[in-house]
């Protein structure tokens, strides 16, 4: 697995789905649909650094992890969110 980083100017929606961010090439109102109207708490622009997690070859990826003022804090906070999953699909006991 590879950390993806971007900045952008971001899309911040909070709801009852939880909080998603949209990089800048998703629109404000593809980003409503995709996480749905109702339950919406609030919507803000934020510009920063966010990361993910891909798979080469693979289409998978997790959410956008953000936002953040430098990159380095984006690529730390998801190392630490997924450390124990890493760790378990990628380390074998001997």
């Known amino acids: 697995m590879d950390i993806e ?5 971001w ?3 909070d709801g ?3 909080v998603t ?26 510009n920063g650094w966010a990361a993910r ?8 990826c997790t959410e956008w992890i953000g ?3 430098d990159e380095e804090p984006a690529i730390s906070t998801i190392e630490d969110m997924y450390s ?8 074998t006991e001997t």
């Open 67 to 69: 936002v953040f003022q």
């Open 84 to 91: 124990d999953y890493i760790a378990s699909v990628y380390c």
């Open 11 to 13: 899309t911040i929606i």
């Open 21 to 46: 961010i949209y990089p800048d090439d998703t629109s404000i109102l593809e980003a409503i649909e995709d996480h749905g109207l109702d339950g919406i708490y609030s919507i803000e622009v934020e």
């Open 16 to 18: 009852m789905n939880g």
């Open 53 to 60: 997690y891909t798979m080469p070859e693979f289409l998978d």
């Open 5 to 9: 980083t971007k900045q952008s100017t």
